[in-house]
């Protein structure tokens, strides 16, 4: 006998053992909790400043676009020798046909089905079990 049992024989050391296994295991997950922890508030940061730099993006090219079309109003405005003010209808004119056809493709597409392989098997499939129900 070594000195770690009692003069009864058992210390319970299967259930001390069980106990310090859960405790590891519990002090592994709160290390591996902690980690993500930290990574999470990482990986928050780094998706932030690509949010960030995307935004800063879109308004870049919604500036840029806006200025190439006055650009391109007063071009050709005096290509044309006209009022500027013509042109800048034009242009409207045109801006609202294109967002007309592209609302117009878009409910069209709308129309179209989506999954119908998919929902045509699970209906099979639906068929299938209510026979076998009966």
């Avoid at 999954?115 to 209510?130: G, H, M, R, Y």
């Amino acid at each position: 006998m070594t000195g770690d049992t009692p003069a009864g024989g058992h210390s319970g050391g299967m259930l001390d053992h069980l106990r310090e296994l859960f405790a590891a295991g519990l002090e592994y997950l709160q290390a591996r909790l902690l980690l993500a922890g930290i990574e999470a508030k990482e990986a928050l940061l780094h998706f932030a400043i690509i949010a960030g730099l995307l935004g800063l993006a879109i308004a870049v090219i919604i500036f840029g676009y806006l200025f190439l079309c006055i650009a391109f109003t007063v071009l050709i405005a005096l290509w044309l020798g006209i009022s500027p003010g013509w042109v800048i209808l034009g242009l409207a004119l045109l801006h609202f046909v294109v967002a007309v056809v592209a609302g117009f493709v878009a409910v069209m597409r709308l129309k179209t089905g989506v999954f119908t392989a998919t929902l045509a098997e699970l209906k099979k499939d639906q068929i299938w079990l209510s026979q076998k129900a009966k």
